[in-house]
């Protein structure tokens, strides 16, 4: 069973900056895809950024350009970087993985934007 263990939410100021951690108990090259989702209260988990094996992005359109999705095998660790974040980020954010047929979620991690 695959763990993903998320990390670095909290809450911070429109403009400001965040990053957050997934750690994975496998190595993240193991992984077809790899990636964030965040879910707003009372909104449904949608997909904020991804990253494939060859290391080919993805981004939803609200973020592109703010957030950056990186990841290191060695370290089994992947983060998003979130630049000049404004309130609509607020959410619980979610690492998730896929491989082969297997999907696994993390836990979550709380982030908060005050206007």
């Known amino acids: 069973q695959v763990q993903l263990v998320e990390s670095g939410g909290g809450l911070v100021q429109a403009g400001g900056s965040l990053r957050l951690s997934c750690a994975a108990s496998?190595?993240?090259?193991?992984?077809?895809?790899i990636g964030w989702y965040r879910q707003a209260p009372g909104k449904e988990r949608d997909l904020v950024a991804e990253?494939?094996?060859?290391?080919?992005?993805r981004y939803v359109d609200s973020v592109k350009g703010r957030f950056t999705i990186s990841r290191d095998d060695a370290k089994n660790t992947v983060w998003l970087q979130m630049n000049d974040l404004k309130p609509e980020d607020t959410a619980v954010y979610y690492c998730?993985?896929?491989?082969?047929?297997?999907?696994?979620w993390g836990q979550g991690t709380q982030v908060t934007v005050s206007s």
């Open positions: 998730h993985s896929r491989r082969w047929s297997s999907s696994n």
């Open positions: 496998i190595s993240t090259f193991s992984f077809d895809v």
């Open positions: 990253m494939s094996r060859g290391g080919n992005t």
